[in-house]
């Protein structure tokens, strides 16, 4: 790829960012406020993060991996469950990780 072919995909995804950005700013206020629309934003947020969560978990480039990161991944888990502070969690996770990756795992 050409740095000019990169440089116009890069400012064509900007400009298609910036449009669909201002195009959620148009949307009227009263389509929002449905029940219906609230209840699938919230569902769809919490989709995408928890995606998110299991491909910086799971993957490697194009592979699956099962390294320190899952068994960190559970630690934090618990942690929530036993609803310990966020800090505490992002802690203990990256302590766990670290603790196997020390010990040759990952």
Do not use: I, N, Y
């Not at 959620?24 to 969560?53: C, F, I, K, M, Y």
């Not at 390294?67 to 505490?88: G, I, Q, T, Y």
């Amino acid at each position: 790829m050409t740095p000019t072919v990169l440089w116009v995909c890069v400012l064509a995804s900007s400009l298609a960012a910036f449009g669909l950005k201002l195009a959620g700013h148009l949307v009227p206020q009263h389509w929002l406020a449905t029940e219906r629309v609230q209840r699938t934003s919230t569902l769809v947020t919490v989709a995408l993060l928890v995606s998110l969560v299991v491909v910086q978990t799971f993957a490697d480039g194009r592979a699956v991996v099962v390294d320190a990161r899952v068994p960190a991944l559970a630690v934090a888990a618990v942690a929530l469950a036993l609803r310990a502070p966020f800090l505490v969690v992002v802690v203990l996770a990256a302590a766990t990780a670290a603790g196997l990756r020390a010990l040759g795992w990952g």
